[in-house]
């Protein structure tokens, strides 16, 4: 990419960002598409995109953002925090669930994942939903009486700029 795109680039995620700190999501969503159709391959794009997808509760598209932000950044918890986010307000709480496990194996210390994570289970107790073989969380993948996952043995990543 010539230095000229990457201002453009620049200067579009910058729009987007003041256009989500203003609320004017319909913008964001707008100027980050843009930005995306110049840098396909940028997750940060990508993963400013999926949060202005769910502010204005579209969230099959917030979903098909924050897949991508996995396909791009598979090492970043940010990718499965928006997806679960997604799939919990698509009302698919195994879903959501399994989203957030997969993040927390990136970085078990991660409280908002952690969070989401439980949410997403209370949920699926109080409607006793029987979940698809691939989202099953046994007994061993929870430790009910501490409220925790299993520590993972892998180091937490740096979070992301």
């Given amino acids: 990419m010539d230095d000229s795109v990457e201002k453009q680039v620049a200067q579009?995620?910058?729009e987007g960002k003041a256009?989500?700190?203003?609320?004017?999501f319909e913008g964001a969503k707008d100027v980050l598409t843009s930005a995306i159709a110049l840098s396909p391959d940028s997750h940060k794009l990508y993963r400013l995109r999926s949060v202005a997808y769910a502010c204005l509760q579209e969230y099959q598209s917030s979903l098909e953002d924050a897949e991508?932000?996995?396909?791009?950044?598979?090492?970043s918890t940010d990718g499965y925090y928006h997806k679960g986010?997604?799939?919990?307000?698509?009302?698919?709480?195994s879903g959501a669930a399994?989203?957030?496990?997969?993040?927390?194996?990136?970085?078990?210390?991660?409280?908002?994942?952690?969070?989401?994570?439980?949410d997403a289970v209370t949920l699926l107790s109080q409607h006793r939903v029987c979940l698809p073989m691939r989202y099953q969380v046994t007994e061993s993948d929870i430790d009910l009486k501490a409220n925790r996952l299993p520590e993972?043995?892998?180091?937490?990543?740096p979070e992301p700029e």
């Fill in 12 to 14: 579009l995620k910058t």
């Fill in 19 to 24: 256009a989500l700190a203003r609320h004017d």
């Fill in 68 to 75: 991508k932000v996995i396909g791009l950044m598979p090492k």
């Fill in 85 to 93: 986010f997604a799939l919990y307000h698509q009302k698919d709480y």
């Fill in 98 to 118: 399994h989203a957030f496990q997969e993040g927390l194996k990136l970085n078990p210390s991660d409280r908002v994942l952690r969070q989401g994570f439980w």
């Fill in 152 to 157: 993972a043995d892998v180091e937490p990543t």
